[in-house]
């Protein structure tokens, strides 16, 4: 039986603009789908205690609360319902709330950890899209809650991966991406976000627990992710595979977001160096080359983030090691000691590192330097924190596994 450690596929995700700040966080780890907090003010002194603001049951999964607009709006499970909610940010109240009927038999193997959902909401245009655990996609309109449409996958021979979807969709110039269906039989699918109408499939490979990200690379708008068993790119407009490596971890638990760097594209998985190529355009054709690898440590579930010219993330090595390595050449600049944590979610801004582990432990570090030096470690949740929090100038929000709290920091 696989081991049910590897089932904590999950770490998804997303930050957000909330009370004291300017930026919404409207999907997977921000505004840029990168970690990175925009706008946050950097600051001489953080409190020694979060002060408790408000806190609402909203249902299992792990699944990252989104904000826009002073919203707060949370995907999660009660019961056999899949269940979307928007909240006011600075009360906690709920302005609406939606479900459908999502039963969901776990893969034994991952019994404890819930039956999700695990994948980040996205808003664009005014709606939000969610992506269910067995593989339900759906369009709301965010001002009222309405069902716009929805998509179900049964054309694949599974409509969700053995643990179930945890790659959050990605919107990107009006175009809705997924990596639909399930191992061994799906597609990367391209959806009109207004409609739901299919633009174009890729059917080269299975999905991963990875999601998607879009960037300007070598001429052209790309969508890079890690499948089942590669990391590709695609071109955004027609789905034309331009380029793919082969990339395998055990148990197939592709689950780490790629970082996006110019033409570099930054990488790692279980027990797989963290590695960097560079996309080059050839006349008509593009390939790869190898810029560097880093064999000192290794993602697993937990995405890195770029900030300062640095790669800041978590290793799964010696069961938990935070790094520092130099974007360019790979070098390592730091590494704290072991046992740190199984898996966090890793953010930046203001010049400050936030690192959550799923033991529901919040902690500041500055950005740079020679060694990992927390200003402040925080107990947030009490029961696990696999989702990313919401980093504002004044308020953090934290998910745990049925709660979704708010803590103030003034």
């Not at 009660?78 to 109240?93: H, K, N, Q, S, Y």
């Not at 599974?158 to 990596?179: C, E, I, K, N, T």
């Not at 996006?260 to 560079?278: E, F, H, N």
């Not at 697993?300 to 993330?313: F, I, K, N, T, W």
Request: with cysteine; hydrophobic share 40%.
């Amino acid at each position: 039986m696989r081991r049910c450690v590897f089932l904590f596929v999950v770490m998804v995700t997303g930050l957000a603009a909330g009370p004291g700040a300017a930026a919404d966080w409207p999907q997977w780890r921000g505004p840029a789908r990168d970690g990175r907090i925009p706008d946050l003010k950097p600051r001489a002194l953080w409190p020694a205690a979060l002060k408790p603001g408000w806190t609402v049951k909203v249902g299992i999964g792990h699944a990252s609360p989104i904000v826009v607009d002073q919203r707060v709006f949370v995907f999660s499970r009660e019961g056999e319902d899949e269940v979307v909610r928007a909240l006011d940010l600075a009360t906690g109240r709920e302005a609406w709330r939606q479900s459908y009927p999502a039963p969901y038999t776990m893969n034994p193997a991952a019994s404890g950890h819930g039956k999700g959902p695990k994948s980040t909401p996205v808003w664009a245009d005014g709606k939000l899209f969610t992506f269910g655990i067995s593989g339900i996609l759906s369009a709301w309109d965010g001002a009222s809650g309405r069902s716009l449409w929805r998509k179900q996958f049964g054309q694949y021979r599974q409509s969700s991966p053995s643990y179930g979807v945890a790659m959050s969709p990605l919107v990107d110039r009006g175009v809705l991406f997924v990596h639909a269906g399930g191992e061994g039989d799906g597609a990367l699918t391209a959806l009109d976000a207004a409609t739901g109408s299919v633009k174009w499939t890729w059917k080269g490979d299975g999905p991963g627990y990875a999601s998607p990200v879009a960037g300007d690379i070598a001429g052209v708008r790309q969508v890079v992710t890690q499948t089942q068993a590669k990391l590709v790119g695609l071109s955004a407009d027609a789905g034309q595979l331009l380029w793919s490596v082969p990339f395998t971890t055990s148990y197939d638990q592709n689950a780490v977001t790629p970082i996006l760097l110019g033409d570099l594209v930054i990488y790692g998985g279980l027990d797989q160096p963290m590695r960097a190529l560079r996309v080059v355009r050839r006349g008509a054709a593009y390939a790869t080359e190898a810029v560097w690898e880093n064999a000192e440590v290794a993602n697993y579930l937990s995405s890195p983030v770029l900030a300062d010219g640095s790669v800041y993330g978590l290793s799964h090595r010696k069961k938990g090691q935070y790094y520092r390595l130099d974007a360019q050449t790979g070098k390592t600049v730091w590494l704290s000691e072991g046992r740190q944590a199984d898996s966090a979610a890793i953010e930046a801004g203001g010049g400050a590192l936030f690192v959550l582990d799923t033991e529901g432990e919040l902690s500041v570090a500055p950005l740079g330097g020679s060694a990992f030096t927390p200003l402040r470690t925080w107990t947030v949740a009490s029961s696990a924190t696999w989702a990313h929090p919401v980093v504002t100038d004044s308020a953090i929000l934290v998910k745990s596994v049925d709660t979704l709290a708010l803590w103030r920091m003034d």
